[in-house]
């Protein structure tokens, strides 16, 4: 009699017990509650209005049913059902100018905080206006002003994550009206993320070496 192979939860369970800890148990899915089930439904009313074309959706009540489930425990998982979100959400979805019903993952991308959804400049634009001296909003200015030293350091692919995430930073306190001015922590990436050619790497050698020569020739005046 062969043994059945043992899944990837079992082996876990198994170590986790001979370690001394609990069995190891996955994580089930968030709960549904009414509240969410009634907020989801009266946001695919809103959205049948906008997306004319929503019957090819929903040829059926049953379908409209199914669909409404599928949507509740899509937003639950995204944790996206906040009021903010989802008005978000809509205002994206009356630009669009499809007729068919919207996928769940897309209202979802839809509901994401950017910076055009608060009307300020998208990071490419802000890039662009900094690179032409230029700030249409003082949030742009003080992104600019945080990472200078970064821009004058960094190569261009190896800033622009340093400078989206100062951004981010500062879209969010827009839109919860915080201090714009406060100091914001930077993540910078780490040395196995920042990649030269080795040209830079020839240049910073002979660099060091000339400062260890002029040490070695101060001191031995």
């Known amino acids: 009699m062969t043994n059945k192979p043992m899944s990837l939860a079992e082996i876990a369970s198994t170590r986790d017990i001979a370690l001394g800890g609990q069995p190891y148990e996955q994580a089930g899915p968030a709960p549904i509650s009414d509240t969410d089930a009634k907020v989801v439904g009266r946001l695919l009313e809103q959205l049948k209005l906008v997306f004319t074309a929503w019957k090819h ?6 379908a409209e049913k199914r669909a409404g489930r599928e ?10 059902t906040e009021r903010e979100q989802l008005a978000r959400g809509m205002r994206v979805a009356r630009t669009q100018s499809i007729p ?3 996928s769940p993952g897309m209202f979802i991308e839809w509901c ?11 990071v490419d634009q802000a890039l662009h206006e900094i690179a032409r001296r230029r700030s249409s909003h003082v949030a742009v200015t003080l992104a600019a002003r945080a990472t200078r030293f970064e821009r004058g350091t960094l190569t261009e ?9 100062v951004y981010a930073e500062l879209v969010r306190r827009v839109l919860e009206g915080e201090d714009l001015e406060a100091e914001i922590l930077k993540a910078l990436p780490t040395r196995e993320q920042v990649q030269h050619s080795p040209e830079y790497y020839h240049q910073a050698g002979l660099k060091g070496l000339a400062l260890v020569k002029a040490k070695l020739g101060r001191r031995s005046a």
């Open 157 to 165: 692919k190896e800033f622009r994550p340093v400078f989206e995430r």
């Open 57 to 62: 959706a929903f040829p059926t009540p049953e």
């Open 112 to 122: 994401e905080l950017t910076p055009e959804s608060i009307g300020l400049p998208s």
């Open 100 to 102: 068919f019903f919207p």
């Open 71 to 80: 949507w509740t425990r899509a937003l639950v998982d995204a944790n996206c």
